[in-house]
């Protein structure tokens, strides 16, 4: 997902660069296939480690909302598609890099947790929930334990007694 996030980042990063120099076009259009590759790809695998249809839509989406980034970047106004100017390219591309990236940052955060499939694999990830939490209640305990030792360890020190 990272990857895909650097990408969305580096068109965008294209089309300011199409807009100071008029440049870029090829480049823009290489990498949006490259993208669009990986998106399908990072859908197979997300399909199946969270078999669900939302996500596969969510994916599609941004596969279809990819595939229409373009430079120049057209607009359908009045039933007639219009190419917009280099700097309004950039804005429209800059917006949706930024929707886009949202979008995979919460599938991503969906694809954290693994999704249980049968009841010994959601029994084994509730243990582990539970151990993780067991744990970070006793780390918490021994830094309590570890303030009040050298609280006791300076007040004694002031004193003059020796340690």
Same mark, same amino acid.
């Given at each position: 997902m990272a990857e895909a996030k650097r990408a969305?980042?580096?068109?965008?990063d294209i089309a300011k660069i199409y807009v100071l120099t008029g440049q870029g076009q090829k480049e823009?259009?290489?990498?949006?296939?490259n993208l669009v590759e990986l998106l399908k790809n990072l859908r197979k695998l997300a399909i199946v480690s969270l078999p669900d249809e939302k996500v596969?839509? /969510?994916f599609n989406d941004i596969i279809v909302r990819v595939k229409r980034l373009d430079l120049p970047m057209k607009v359908n106004k009045d039933? #007639?598609?219009k190419e917009l100017n280099p700097e309004k390219s950039f804005i429209q591309i800059h917006k949706m890099v930024y929707e886009l990236a949202g979008e995979l940052d919460k599938i991503a955060e969906e694809l954290q947790e693994p999704t249980p499939v049968t009841p010994v694999e #959601?029994?084994?990830?509730? #243990?582990?929930?539970?151990?993780?939490?067991?744990l970070r209640r006793l780390e918490e305990q021994v830094q309590r334990l570890m303030l009040k030792l050298t609280d006791k360890g300076e007040n004694?020190? #002031? /004193?003059?007694?020796k340690v």
């Open positions: 969305l980042l580096s068109l965008r823009f259009r290489e990498l949006k296939e596969y839509a /969510t039933g #007639k598609e #959601k029994e084994f990830y509730e #243990k582990l929930r539970h151990q993780f939490e067991e004694m020190e #002031k /004193t003059g007694i």
